[in-house]
């Protein structure tokens, strides 16, 4: 069963989610990858404000190609998560509610997960065209000069993905290999 959720994703919907459900997202979600990270990251430690608003918002670990016509990007598969391992846990204690990329995240950004009620969502890595179709529109919002790693806004429609860890740490990538284990 998939479940559909309209973004602002609020707490009651996170606590609804399980490590391995399919999920459709409509809304809008932030975007940015490690660079992006990096400058949040640096402000954070300094204790200056972001320059973007990141409380309750999901964050899309992306850099898209080039937009063909008729299309808001162009392809817009997602990026390994493990490089924004270092930034995850601080931006969740400041309140993002999740993240979605690709591959397993370390012991830190579990705990900040579970400790925060956050969840960490995947899409599927080599279906960046058929991820494309789902984003309506994007948004600047800032560090134009990291190119495809700026923070942006999508506007996404039936965004496709999947809970990889859910908001109590159970972990689909710690779960499902065991179920293909020969003993």
């Known amino acids: 069963m998939t479940k559909r ?20 997202l409509t809304g809008t979600i932030l ?13 954070i430690e300094k204790g200056e404000p972001l320059p973007v608003d990141i409380k309750g918002e999901l964050i899309y670990y992306v850099g898209p ?4 016509p008729g299309y808001a990007v162009g392809p817009a598969g997602p990026t ?19 993240m979605i990329g690709k ?6 950004v579990i705990d900040a997960i579970v400790r925060n009620k956050c969840v960490y969502l995947v899409a599927i890595g080599g279906a960046a065209a058929l ?17 495809t790693e700026a923070v942006r806004r999508y506007t996404v429609e039936d965004f ?4 990889a860890i859910d908001s109590e740490g159970n972990n ?4 499902e290999p065991v179920k293909y284990r020969e003993d």
């Open 172 to 175: 689909v990538y710690e779960t």
């Open 131 to 147: 991820i494309a179709k789902s984003i309506k529109k994007e948004e600047l919002l800032c560090y134009e000069d990291l190119g």
């Open 31 to 43: 975007t940015g990858r490690d660079a992006a990270h990096k400058r949040l990251y640096e402000l």
């Open 5 to 24: 959720i309209t973004l602002p994703i609020t707490e009651k919907a996170i606590a609804d989610l399980h490590a391995g459900d399919s999920v459709l």
């Open 80 to 98: 390994s998560s493990y490089r924004m391992d270092k930034y995850a846990p601080s931006l969740l204690d400041l309140g993002l509610k999740g």
């Open 160 to 163: 496709p993905c999947i809970v």
């Open 103 to 108: 591959g397993a995240r370390n012991r830190d």
């Open 65 to 68: 190609a080039p937009a063909k």
